[in-house]
């Protein structure tokens, strides 16, 4: 990182993720004196899952207190994985996770834990979130997030650093949506990972009990990502549900223009997902989960209609709610419209850079802890 920053010479450096690059270069940023600064796009900094989601599949606000809840979530993955320690494997196979992470806390904090590969993960887990939060606040000269609910999530994790929400925008044809063809089945689609956390067997599920004949549903995601999950879905898949996988992305507007609906049923908090900005950019109603990252976009019964996270009859009644009236997905795609460019967001850019550049002196003295 030291060979790269020093031949680049960099006015500014904006980072978009460090998990591929680690808290050094935040370090490595301060020293050269190089005005840095972030987007939030998931929550890193103090998630190590980045979904601010439980070992039980519930949403979560981030690390308690002693991290146990971290430490349950770290078993949750690690207790099946084959490289796992067989005390580790042996312990997660007898006792509950939210036990289990407590006991392993209360171990590794009076050094009797009998393995130390298992007191290095806990101490490692307990010290991530403080270190980064330091990190943070002790080099980004500005942050950007791009939902209100993701900066109250940092800031409520300690984020000290002022917090600019800015939308993201997107580059795409925003024509009228096609008229659809009279007495056609309504299309429904989902489009982005087939992953458990996304909720698509939700979809499909709920699918289930609607009359094949009055709708169909379009699956775009990739089906070797987690092959044994894309197997359940095509299990689960009634008539009139095609799967579709993958699309160049040049292609997004004729996907949207195809589909009278897009639904994102996903369990997690999500955080702006471009699909949705497409979606109402392209003037196509959705149907969301109740989550924060999603109905921030959302103006319900203007440009679509929420369902309780993870109900499948609430998921049934808003699907139902477009089928009991054929023009309604015309009607709320007049009124769906998305009108951020990746120009505005550019414009907005550079004056945080220049923000950025202008705070650095102020910010040269402080030392972290």
Known sequence: LRSVLTKLQPDVIHVTHLINHTAVLLGLAHEMRIPTVATLTDFFGF????????ARGLLCSGPSRDRSNCVACYLKVAGTAKTTHP????LRRRLPLSLLSRLLVLAARFNILP???????????QARPDLLREQYNFTYNAVIAPT?????????????????THWFGVDIKRSTKPSRVSGAPLRFGYIGQLAEHKGVDLLLEAYQHLQPSTAEVMIYG??????AYASRLQDMA?????????FPPEE????????????????????????????????????????EGLTEFLEEGVNGFSFERGSCADLVRVLQRFLSDPTLAARLSGSTHYERTTAVMAAELEEVYQEASDGLMSRSTRRPG
């Open 47 to 54: 998630c190590f899952t980045n979904k601010l989601e439980d």
């Open 87 to 90: 005390l580790l494997a042996w």
């Open 115 to 125: 393995a130390k590969e298992l007191a290095h993960v806990v101490k490692d887990l």
């Open 148 to 164: 209100t609910f993701l900066a109250k999530a940092y800031r409520a994790n300690g984020l000290q650093v002022p917090i600019r």
């Open 222 to 227: 990739p089906l070797d990502q987690d092959p």
């Open 238 to 246: 009634g008539p009139h549900v095609q799967f579709c996988t993958t």
């Open 252 to 291: 997004m507007a004729a996907v949207m223009g195809a589909l009278d609906v897009l639904v994102i049923p996903s369990r997690w908090y999500e955080n702006s997902p471009l699909v949705l900005l497409y979606a109402l950019a392209t003037h196509t109603p959705v149907i969301v989960a109740r989550v």
